[in-house]
């Protein structure tokens, strides 16, 4: 659609809420998963730390005999530790490697610290710079000189009396957590940008969407506007001119007077005509007519042989000074009835059958047909006229749309008839369909259901 800068500015504005909206649901969605993410990180890690000083102190305990001292035994148990007055042996047997498999981990680390907080014994992968703190609560997170963090346990130990010994503080890196959160964090924002263009893009399509009726009912608005504006104008300005013309003659005879209200009172039939189906329709719309829910509040039995007859004697006076055969065609013997009001459906037909006659040239025809098929009447109005090219059909029940608008000044229609006939069908919960080859002539159908007996 061509939009003017207002309607596009509306659209941007849509368009920026809706994915700004989506952004802010998107980012709480995800670090809601990534704080979940590094909840089950830190719950496995802090289980798995658990699990190997639990071990180790199972296996400490029972062999501890003064507090803060390791006898031989111990250090048999633990083989790659290094006291801490004496240097770490280079080389070990494959024996002593594997003997405690928990700590002969890369990321973990052990300390045995005595009770006043000195380092008594460390594993051979203590990280450099990591700070020797008294175990104020059980769970501790460090950062050693290079920046690596590391999640700690502290357990007391005791000795085969039960005297407190100090404590045992066992550390896993977290480099490689990180590491893994950190892609995490990259993925998840790459995927956020990537969808957030989506949403973009989407947001600029579903905001297209959402103004689409809008911007056609503002056209539809300003096309009825200037349409309207036209139509008033022309008999308007005859008025104008006529007066003006008459305030020229000095004397005017009697003659003159009558001739020119003459020309007042056609201009002014004109214009009550056009505003009289204006109001029709505005009362139409705003009184809900158009829904196929609404029912008439008077609703009466309408008898549609009697309204096709009827159109069919009214018109034949004007059908035969336009030189065209009207011919009426009752298909049914039994009565069809409909509920609704008959004035209106009356009128319904009437601009249908007009509309026939002033597009039909002079040896032309229309048929005026009424037929039953299953629950509904069809009435059906067939013109051997000019017909109507397939581009004009979707406009034709538009307002003030006329398909040959010089045909339609000469005989004085203003565009409204077969509007103002398609709001009456549908009023009545029926249709109008319309068949059409230029040059062949047109057909409109009328379709209403039938009252239930």
Same mark, same amino acid.
């Given at each position: 659609?061509?939009?003017?800068?207002?309607?596009?500015?509306?659209?941007?504005?849509?368009?920026?809420?809706?994915?700004?909206?989506?952004?802010?649901?998107?980012?709480?969605?995800?670090?809601?998963?990534?704080?979940?993410?590094?909840?089950?990180? +830190?719950?496995?890690?802090?289980?798995?730390? #658990?699990?190997?000083?639990?071990?180790?102190?199972d296996?400490?305990? *029972?062999?501890? #005999?003064?507090?803060?001292?390791?006898?031989?035994?111990?250090?048999?148990?633990?083989?790659?530790?290094?006291?801490?007055?004496?240097?770490?042996?280079?080389?070990?047997?494959?024996?002593?490697?594997?003997?405690?498999?928990?700590?002969?981990?890369?990321?973990?680390y052990? +300390?045995?610290?005595?009770?006043?907080?000195?380092?008594?014994?460390?594993?051979?992968?203590?990280?450099?710079?990591?700070?020797l703190?008294? *175990?104020?609560?059980?769970?501790?997170?460090?950062?050693? %000189?290079?920046?690596?963090?590391?999640?700690?346990?502290?357990?007391?130990?005791?000795?085969?009396?039960?005297?407190?010994?100090?404590?045992?503080?066992?550390?896993?890196?977290?480099? %490689?957590?990180?590491?893994?959160?950190a892609?995490?964090?990259?993925?998840?924002?790459?995927?956020?940008?990537?969808?957030?263009?989506?949403?973009?893009?989407?947001?600029?399509?579903?905001?297209?969407?959402?103004?689409? *009726?809008?911007?056609?009912?503002?056209?539809?608005?300003?096309?009825?506007?200037?349409?309207?504006?036209?139509?008033?104008?022309?008999?308007?300005?005859?008025?104008?001119?006529?007066?003006?013309?008459?305030?020229?003659?000095?004397?005017?005879?009697?003659s003159?007077?009558?001739?020119?209200?003459?020309?007042?009172?056609?201009q002014?039939?004109?214009?009550?005509?056009?505003?009289?189906?204006?109001?029709?329709?505005?009362?139409?719309?705003?009184?809900?007519w158009?829904? +196929?829910?609404?029912?008439?509040?008077?609703?009466?039995?309408?008898?549609?042989?009697?309204?096709?007859?009827?159109?069919?004697?009214?018109?034949?006076?004007?059908?035969?000074?336009?030189?065209?055969?009207?011919?009426?065609?009752?298909?049914?013997q039994?009565?069809?009835?409909?509920?609704g009001?008959e004035?209106?459906?009356y009128?319904?037909?009437?601009?249908?059958?007009?509309?026939?006659?002033?597009?039909?040239?002079?040896?032309?025809?229309?048929?005026?047909?009424? %037929?039953?098929?299953?629950?509904?009447?069809?009435?059906?109005?067939?013109?051997?006229?000019?017909?109507?090219? *397939?581009?004009?059909?979707?406009?034709?029940?538009?307002?003030?749309?006329?398909?040959?608008?010089?045909?339609?000044?000469?005989t004085?229609?203003?565009?409204?008839?077969?509007?103002i006939?398609a709001?009456?069908?549908?009023?009545?919960?029926?249709?109008?369909?319309?068949?059409?080859?230029?040059?062949?002539?047109?057909?409109?159908?009328?379709?209403?259901?039938?009252?239930?007996?």
């Amino acid at each position: 659609m061509s939009e003017n800068r207002l309607f596009r500015r509306r659209r941007w504005w849509l368009a920026s809420w809706y994915t700004g909206i989506m952004g802010v649901i998107l980012s709480l969605c995800g670090l809601g998963v990534y704080e979940a993410i590094v909840r089950a990180h +830190r719950v496995n890690i802090d289980s798995e730390v #658990k699990s190997v000083a639990g071990t180790l102190h199972d296996s400490l305990e *029972p062999v501890l #005999k003064q507090p803060g001292q390791l006898t031989p035994v111990a250090q048999e148990v633990l083989p790659n530790l290094c006291l801490k007055a004496i240097h770490c042996p280079i080389q070990r047997t494959d024996l002593e490697r594997h003997r405690v498999s928990e700590i002969r981990k890369d990321s973990y680390y052990l +300390r045995l610290v005595d009770r006043s907080g000195e380092l008594v014994a460390f594993s051979e992968q203590l990280p450099e710079g990591l700070p020797l703190l008294r *175990p104020q609560q059980r769970w501790q997170t460090l950062t050693s %000189d290079k920046g690596i963090h590391y999640r700690q346990i502290s357990l007391w130990l005791h000795t085969q009396d039960n005297r407190r010994w100090g404590y045992l503080q066992v550390g896993r890196s977290l480099e %490689d957590i990180e590491d893994n959160l950190a892609a995490i964090r990259g993925i998840m924002l790459l995927g956020l940008s990537i969808t957030m263009l989506i949403v973009g893009a989407s947001s600029w399509w579903l905001a297209k969407l959402a103004m689409q *009726p809008i911007y056609d009912s503002y056209r539809q608005i300003q096309q009825f506007t200037g349409d309207a504006a036209h139509e008033l104008r022309t008999p308007l300005a005859a008025i104008q001119a006529t007066i003006e013309s008459t305030l020229r003659i000095s004397q005017l005879s009697d003659s003159e007077a009558r001739e020119t209200l003459q020309v007042v009172k056609r201009q002014d039939q004109r214009l009550s005509q056009l505003v009289d189906s204006l109001l029709l329709l505005s009362r139409m719309e705003r009184r809900g007519w158009l829904s +196929r829910q609404n029912q008439y509040s008077h609703s009466d039995r309408v008898s549609l042989h009697d309204i096709v007859s009827d159109v069919a004697e009214e018109l034949a006076p004007l059908a035969m000074a336009a030189g065209v055969k009207l011919i009426t065609d009752i298909r049914v013997q039994q009565s069809l009835e409909v509920m609704g009001n008959e004035q209106q459906l009356y009128r319904l037909v009437t601009n249908l059958v007009t509309n026939g006659i002033q597009y039909t040239a002079a040896d032309g025809k229309v048929n005026l047909t009424l %037929d039953r098929y299953q629950q509904e009447a069809l009435i059906a109005i067939q013109d051997t006229g000019i017909g109507i090219a *397939p581009m004009q059909q979707t406009r034709i029940f538009d307002r003030f749309y006329r398909v040959n608008s010089d045909r339609s000044r000469i005989t004085g229609g203003f565009g409204l008839g077969l509007p103002i006939a398609a709001a009456i069908a549908q009023a009545h919960q029926g249709s109008i369909h319309l068949q059409s080859q230029p040059g062949k002539g047109t057909t409109f159908t009328i379709r209403l259901p039938l009252k239930r007996r």
